[in-house]
């Protein structure tokens, strides 16, 4: 099970971290993501990290989010800084059975586990 927090409304250039708490599993094999879903759009990919802290972005906010993961507290985070508008919606956190490969790893059929999700909002 994943919950997901540290959602909120924050000014446009603010920053926010989101954190995603794993319970009932550990995490350190499994490939862990965050998405996102804007209103009436498709669930959009953003990074995802491997167990040896390896990571992967869309190019949409590279440079601007970073995933990080502590796997003694089973719990992953999204840093989001230098936020915009557009990154207004839903964010979700995802976890794999089993540790995925690079391509794998930017779609949402590959994650077995999500959490709740939790609304990011950017005012302007």
């Known amino acids: 099970q994943l919950q997901a927090s540290g959602g909120g409304l924050v000014q446009a250039g603010g920053s926010l971290r989101l954190s995603c708490a794993a319970s009932?599993?550990?995490?350190?094999?499994?490939?862990m993501a965050w998405f996102r879903q804007a209103s009436g759009k498709e669930r959009e990919f953003i990074g995802s990290?491997?167990?040896?802290?390896?990571?992967n972005y869309a190019d949409s906010v590279k440079g601007r989010f970073t995933i990080s993961r502590d796997n003694a507290k089973n719990t992953v985070y999204l840093q989001m800084n230098s936020l915009k508008p557009v990154d207004t919606a839903i964010y979700y956190c995802?976890?794999?059975?089993?540790?995925?490969?690079?391509?794998?790893?930017?779609?949402?059929?590959?994650?077995?586990?999500w959490g709740q999700g939790t609304q990011v909002t950017v005012s302007s």
């Open positions: 995802a976890g794999s059975k089993r540790s995925l490969s690079y391509a794998n790893s930017r779609s949402p059929a590959s994650y077995a586990y």
């Open positions: 990290i491997w167990g040896n802290g390896g990571t």
């Open positions: 009932g599993r550990t995490t350190d094999s499994a490939t």
